[in-house]
Each structure stands twice: as C-alpha cells, then as structure tokens.
T-cell receptor, first 112, second 115 residues
Framework: QKEVEQDPGPLSVPEGAIVSLNCTYS??????FMWYRQYSRKGPELLMY????GNKEDGRFTAQVDKSSKYISLFIRDSQPSDSATYLC????????????FGKGTLLTVNP | DARVTQTPRDKVTEMGQEVTMRCQPI?????VFWYRQTMMQGLELLAY????????DSGMPKDRFSAEMPDATLATLKIQPSEPRDSAVYFC?????????????FGPGTRLTVT
C-alpha cells in the first residue's frame, strides 16, 4: 500500500459544478497537507496547504483534513473550464524534513 | 516574474548515453529539489539541497544518478548511463529560506525519453 492514495480519475464535470477531490494516507506522522494543480506540460503549482486538521478556504477552493480518518479533500465551487488540470495532493511530517509525498493526481476536465 | 528555469525542455537519447539536466532556481531561494514524474509512480522526490549542500538523496538511484549545485544559481542532475526506465519528466523546484515545505516553486520540467 502506498503512503498516499489518490483516485486518478479522469473526472469530467459541467461548468458550474461542485468538484470534490480526495486523498487517503496511511502515515499518521503527516502534519502538512497540500494541494497542487498541474496543467498539461507544466510544473505543479501550489493551490493551498493546511496544517493538521480542519478546513481552509481560498476563494472557490476549500481544503479539508480529517486526521482521524486519514482523509483529505479539495472542493472546487462553481468550477470553470480553466480549472481543467491534474490535481495532486501532497503531505509531509514537517519539521526540518522538506520531503513531500505526493498522490498520483486526479485529472479533472470542466466542460463549458 | 521570477520563475524556475530548466533546460533542456525535451531530451531524446539512446540507452547508455549521459544525460545532464540543468536548473536555475529563483534568485534568493536557498533550497532546491529534484523530482521525477511518471505515470506509474507519480511525482517522487529524488534529492534536495539547502544552501548548496545535499540534505537528502535517498530517492535517487546512486549507481547512475548524481546531483550537484556548482553554485547558487545552478543545479544539475546527471544520469550516466541512461536506461529506458529513466524516461520521465524531471522537475526542479526551489524554495525560499523558511519556506521549504509550503513554498516550493516548480520549473516546467525536462521530458526525458531514453530509447
């Protein structure tokens, strides 16, 4: 079992839909949880990160972490065609160790 | 607009050849990461440097891969000899002081194909 599991999709939704992307993990030492967005033939870019449990909102994006279930989610409200990309979750134990463990990514297409 | 640059963007080579990938981190960033992305394994950390010193290279096959930072503006990743299983996209990322975990800025990647 990999440390971080992410459904690769693909996920296809109509414009305006609410999108839910999820990852599960097995390492209880993870404290930092990130979501990256990667457009085709580009490098990943950080969308948002959460420390420990709880929710964090940034515009149309909401990140949730449930450490008791080892489950994290990213919600996209009012999805736009420009949101079409691969979304990668990433996690770390923090401290002086900068190693991130990534999920394989979910390919999202938002259809106009 | 500060960004990480990588060269070459695409590289096709034959098995057994040496491959060198270069990365210029964002000015002022002191932590540099090398990642490899494949369909099968996803994005994996190969190695990272802080202030040009290697901190962790546990993800890198030691027999054929080497990573260096000759100076603060250049990081290199070499593969010698290359093998078809090395075909992947290699990303460099850099981070500012105290931002190594949550402020990693990725370059556009080098797409390597080994035939």
């Amino acid at each position: 079992q990999k440390e971080v599991e992410q459904d690769p999709g693909p996920l296809s939704v109509p414009e305006g839909a609410i999108v839910s992307l999820n990852c599960t993990y097995s390492n209880s030492a993870f404290q930092y949880f990130m979501w990256y967005r990667q457009y085709s033939r580009k490098g990943p870019e950080l969308l948002m990160y959460t420390y420990s449990s709880g929710n964090k909102e940034d515009g149309r994006f909401t990140a949730q972490v449930d450490k008791s279930s080892k489950y994290i989610s990213l919600f996209i409200r009012d999805s736009q065609p420009s949101d079409s990309a691969t979304y990668l979750c990433a996690m770390s134990g923090g401290g002086s160790n900068y190693k991130l463990t990534f999920g394989k990514g979910t390919l999202l297409t938002v259809n106009p | 607009d500060a960004r990480v640059t990588q060269t070459p963007r695409d590289k096709v080579t034959e098995m057994g050849q040496e491959v060198t990938m270069r990365c210029q981190p964002i000015l002022g960033h002191n932590t540099v990461f090398w990642y490899r992305q494949t369909m099968m394994q996803g994005l994996e950390l190969l190695a990272y440097f802080r202030n040009r010193a290697p901190l962790d290279d546990s993800g890198m096959p030691k027999d054929r891969f080497s990573a260096e930072m000759p100076d603060a503006t250049l990081a290199t990743l070499k593969i010698q000899p290359s093998e078809p299983r090395d075909s992947a996209v290699y990303f460099c990322a850099s981070a500012p002081p105290r931002g190594g975990l949550t402020e990693q800025y990725f370059g556009p990647g080098t797409r390597l194909t080994v035939t």
